[in-house]
């Protein structure tokens, strides 16, 4: 899990995970000489991001999972595209099967057309399922026949079909209208929320007084926290604290402990904070230290 959330880095993402133990994840990944295509097998989580300066990501769903959100926003079975600063906020509550293209953001219609941000594109059946078949037997004839894509022309033809075809997509979606102005403001609120838990980890603010300096009532505050992020806001403001531990556990300066850690993150009761997190990763802070310790050596 520690891997994976480095490899988003070139995206600017991050995932925090919602569960504990065995954690199937899965990546394969194709360069190609204009574009990247990933398969990934995800696990539930919390992403958040993306950067994609002069990029954009295409993000296409290989399964039929479909309770994932972003900013609030029900993706259900819609292909995902990320241009620019998306500052979004993805929640998954189970894992999915997902295809990722990655390219540099085209000057051709109908790329410029979307503008920055994230867009859910809705394409007809017979062109997302045309689409998904076009990625698995890249990626078939990537793993079986790998010496197929060391011709410049075969990369070329791949390249281009992959590119009509999500141009087909784009121009055969129809569309879900503008984000509800209610969605629209809970991702500010969290946002807002988020920003204030931040500026002081070892102030655990109760939800009452998180909603006054937002300002906002405790019941919007809930139902932001709820429909962005899938939990209530002192949940979110745990899993944001474990997950940076964590961090801080793995990467940290080479002179730290886990009580350090663990007061620097509001956590000053060290046996519930030992508990809580080997809820959350499946084993104790000091095995986190000792292992990262260990690898640096």
Known sequence: MDHFDESERYAGASSMPLSAGATAIMRARLCLPALTV???RTFPRIIRGYQLTHAVAVVVPMDHVTSARINGQTIG???LILTGDSDCLVYEPEGRLI?????ALPHREPWPQLGEGYHLLNPASNVLASLRGLISNTLEIAAHDPGFLNEPASRAIVEQSLRSK?????GTSVGGGPVPSTTDGYRRIVADMEKLIRHDLTIW???????????????TLQSAAQAICGMSPHRYSRVLRLWSVRRQLRIGPGRRSVKSCAIAHGFWHLSEFAASYRAAFGELPSETLHRSMRERV
């Open 38 to 40: 990933s398969l990934l």
């Open 77 to 79: 079975s819609s292909v």
């Open 99 to 103: 295809a990722v293209i990655y390219f």
């Open 166 to 170: 999500m141009e087909a997509a784009i």
């Open 205 to 219: 603010h109760k939800t009452t007084e998180l909603a006054r300096q937002v300002g906002v009532s405790v019941r």
